[in-house]
T-cell receptor, first 113, second 110 residues
Framework: DAGITQSPRHKVTETGTPVTLRCHQTENHRYMYWYRQDPGHGLRLIHY???????DKGEVSDGYSVSRSKTEDFLLTLESATSSQTSVYFC????????????FGPGTRLTVL | AQRVTQPEKLLSVFKGAPVELKCNYSYSGSPELFWYVQYSRQRLQLLLR??SRESIKGFTADLNKGETSFHLKKPFAQEEDSAMYYC????????????FGQGTELSVKP
């Protein structure tokens, strides 16, 4: 499982509330990614990080922010959740940009009512 | 534009039949392409990548730059191959991020 965990695994929340999802790795990999998985869209990149405090936007970053204050943790925050953010969220890690093989976490199923 | 297209949402075959999952890409450069697989209740995992030119679990995929395709093939499907398959492209020098296709669900019937 490449030492990746996500918490929580399931969450139901209401529109307008803040939500934070956590990705934790024990591999000391430099690169970390947040994707969302939706039917008909596959996985789409939200944000990624290439080191502590170094992050960049993906293709669907609106409404999301991230933080990485230490190598092992990458947090995804929905400042004010909307129903369109109901999805399954996957975290992934990669040893380096050159290998490009990503290892995925188990996913977090988020429902926004 | 950087894009990956998997035209089939669902592919259903019988055990022992050949399988081809289609993947087309749009990218102005030399792409690095992958196939990822997600079995029921398991994590997404790498199946194979084009640069290694290997065969994993009997699956192969050949990069065709002329047709901008990276189709996944297996000559004889097994029931345990039933899963969701994603084709993905990694653009050069963009932090190793992956651009995924929409996914194809493969169902192998006994």
């Amino acid at each position: 499982d490449a030492g990746i965990t996500q918490s929580p695994r399931h969450k139901v929340t209401e529109t307008g509330t803040p939500v934070t999802l956590r990705c934790h790795q024990t591999e000391n990999h430099r690169y970390m990614y947040w994707y969302r998985q939706d039917p008909g869209h596959g996985l789409r990149l939200i944000h990624y990080s290439y080191g502590v405090k170094d992050t960049d936007k993906g293709e669907v970053s609106d409404g999301y922010s991230v933080s990485r204050s230490k190598t092992e943790d990458f947090l995804l925050t929905l400042e004010s959740a909307t129903s369109s953010q109901t999805s399954v969220y996957f975290c992934a890690i990669s040893r380096d940009r050159g290998s490009n093989e990503q290892f995925f976490g188990p996913g977090t199923r988020l429902t926004v009512l | 534009a950087q894009r990956v297209t998997q035209p089939e949402k669902l592919l259903s075959v019988f055990k022992g039949a050949p399988v081809e999952l289609k993947c087309n890409y749009s990218y102005s450069g030399s792409p690095e392409l992958f196939w990822y697989v997600q079995y029921s209740r398991q994590r997404l995992q790498l199946l194979l990548r084009h640069i290694s030119r290997e065969s994993i679990k009997g699956f192969t995929a050949d990069l065709n730059k002329g047709e901008t395709s990276f189709h996944l093939k297996k000559p004889f499907a097994q029931e345990e191959d039933s899963a969701m398959y994603y084709c993905a492209l990694s653009p050069y020098n963009q932090g190793g991020k992956l651009i995924f296709g929409q996914g194809t669900e493969l169902s192998v019937k006994p």
